[in-house]
Antibody, heavy 113, light 108 residues
Framework: QVQLVESGGGLVKPGGSLRLSCAAS????????MSWIRQAPGKGLEWVSY????????YYADSVKGRFTISRDNAKNSLYLQMNSLRAEDTAVYYC??????WGQGTLVTVSS | EIVLTQSPGTLSLSPGERATLSCRAS???????LAWYQQKPGQAPRLLIY???SRATGIPDRFSGSGSGTDFTLTISRLEPEDFAVYYC?????????FGQGTKLEIK
């Protein structure tokens, strides 16, 4: 069955960097576009970024544009989110998702001094 | 950007009652691009409805979706205790994909 497992979250100081990973299994990863979605504590869902199956087309929410970079390695069935210049407002649970409504369990990123 | 506005913000009902949740879009949304999710505390969202009215795998038939253009509705015909949660609509037809702010369905 479809499984998505995020990792790489943690506590980081403002201005710092983190790289999130999402390991995919149970489907042909290279056939599907992928997304990152986040949820700040006690808040709603915010779509963050999107990458097509080949990686040729990428979109970002305005709130992260210029600071976050999405990428994928189809040979490793993995999705990544490089997060630089982190701010307190980036504190959230980050989910990876594939079309069909499959989401991972999320990884918590906390930006605090 | 397509803004989705959900109403009401909180809905207080009793088990066995009917729930009607609304999602209004700032621009027309393709019917095959509107989805509904359910989220319980500490869990990832679960897909309930996709393409406006198609139930996802394993979703009970008490959940139904309808609508077109800018107005969409999620209906739960008879509330079960496990249905009390937060519900989000999402459009995935035009980037950036956007979510509504959520409707909290609470026990009265």
């Amino acid at each position: 069955q479809v499984q998505l497992v995020e990792s790489g979250g943690g506590l980081v100081k403002p201005g710092g960097s983190l790289r999130l990973s999402c390991a995919a299994s149970g489907f042909t990863f290279s056939d599907y576009y992928m997304s990152w979605i986040r949820q700040a504590p006690g808040k709603g869902l915010e779509w963050v970024s999107y990458i097509t199956n080949s990686g040729s087309t990428i979109y970002y929410a305005d709130s992260v544009k210029g600071r976050f970079t999405i990428s994928r390695d189809n040979a490793k069935n993995s999705l990544y989110l490089q997060m630089n210049s982190l701010r307190a407002e980036d504190t959230a649970v980050y989910y990876c998702a594939v079309p069909g409504g499959y989401w991972g369990q999320g990884t918590l990123v906390t930006v605090s001094s | 950007e397509i803004v989705l506005t959900q109403s009401p913000g909180t809905l207080s009902l009793s088990p066995g009652e009917r729930a009607t949740l609304s999602c209004r879009a700032s621009q027309s949304v393709s019917s095959n691009s509107l989805a509904w999710y359910q989220q319980k505390p500490g869990q990832a969202p679960r897909l309930l409805i996709y393409g406006t009215s198609s139930r996802a795998t394993g979703i009970p038939d008490r959940f139904s979706g309808s609508g077109s253009g800018t107005d969409f509705t999620l209906t739960i015909s008879r509330l079960e205790p496990e249905d009390f949660a937060v519900y989000y609509c999402q459009q995935c037809g035009r980037l950036p994909y956007t979510f509504g702010q959520g409707t909290k369905l609470e026990i009265k």
